[in-house]
């Protein structure tokens, strides 16, 4: 009878974890299922230029998904149906939500390119202007500027239970800077080679001030930028892409 007494209690422990885990994944699939609707109402929002010009670097669906006032309506009880129209109540926000995403995002990468700035930067202009604060994904070496580097695909973070979701094809997990640092080393000096070679001071000048740059380069190393005898020439945007 005793042993029977302790091999209840450890049933009833075994079952009480099985409830709860099936408790949460039920959670979870109910979750992950209300991203649809919510893609939906995104994509009339997008869609709409009396809401919104969309952007390269606009919040995407699981950027939206964790902002807080969205986050409540995603986690509404069980039992509440949860639709396009159930998120229209955010439309007279979602605006100010988005440039306040943007603004965190800004902050984010500014804070990776601080440390490389000293007073020798003119202190008007922002520091993810400059045409030295160029970005490399440390997961896949890929090497972005900004806006670019926040849609890059390797840089997002967990995605919590909207792992579960299946009916939006492939989804890009919100925005983290944790896989992304400035570059640094062999290319940073290519980078302030590049940018002398346009006569600018790496300290001071502008992707914009290059990109209205009249000078044109070719690569004089690598097979890749020439194609059947003829010579690619390129910008400095083009000349940042060579692998």
């Known amino acids: 009878f005793t042993g029977w007494i302790k091999m209840q209690h450890d049933l009833i422990g075994i079952l009480e974890k099985a409830k709860a885990r099936r408790?949460?994944?039920?959670?979870?699939?109910?979750?992950a299922?209300?991203?649809?609707?919510?893609?939906?109402?995104?994509?009339t929002f997008y869609?709409?230029?009396?809401?919104h010009r969309r952007q390269s670097y606009s919040p995407r669906l699981l950027d939206i998904a964790f902002i807080t006032q969205v986050q409540e309506l995603l986690e509404l009880p069980n039992e509440v149906e949860v639709t396009p129209e159930t998120f229209e109540v955010l439309l007279p926000a979602l605006p100010d939500l988005i440039r306040q995403w943007?603004?965190?995002v800004q902050t984010q990468l500014r804070v990776l390119v601080k440390p490389?700035?000293?007073?020798?930067?003119?202190?008007?202009?922002?520091?993810?202007d400059y045409a030295m604060s160029l970005f490399i994904c440390n997961r896949c070496e890929s090497y972005k500027f900004y806006p670019d580097i926040i849609n890059h695909a390797c840089i997002g973070?967990?995605?919590g239970p909207y792992h579960r979701f299946t009916g939006y094809g492939k989804l890009h997990a919100p925005f983290s800077p944790e896989r992304i640092s400035l570059v640094s080393g062999t290319v940073r000096r290519s980078l302030t080679e590049l940018i002398?070679?346009?006569?600018?001071?790496?300290?001071?000048?502008?992707r914009q001030q290059l990109k209205e740059s009249k000078k044109w380069f070719t690569c004089t190393c690598c097979s890749a930028c020439s194609t059947r005898g003829a010579i690619q020439v390129m910008n400095f945007g083009g000349a940042v892409r060579i692998p």
């Open 102 to 104: 943007h603004s965190h």
């Open 47 to 51: 869609a709409s230029s009396l809401n």
């Open 157 to 159: 973070s967990d995605i």
């Open 196 to 206: 002398k070679l346009h006569g600018e001071d790496p300290n001071t000048v502008t």
């Open 116 to 128: 490389d700035h000293d007073l020798s930067h003119p202190v008007d202009l922002d520091p993810l």
């Open 23 to 31: 408790l949460r994944l039920e959670r979870e699939i109910i979750i």
């Open 33 to 43: 299922a209300r991203l649809q609707p919510l893609a939906t109402f995104l994509s």
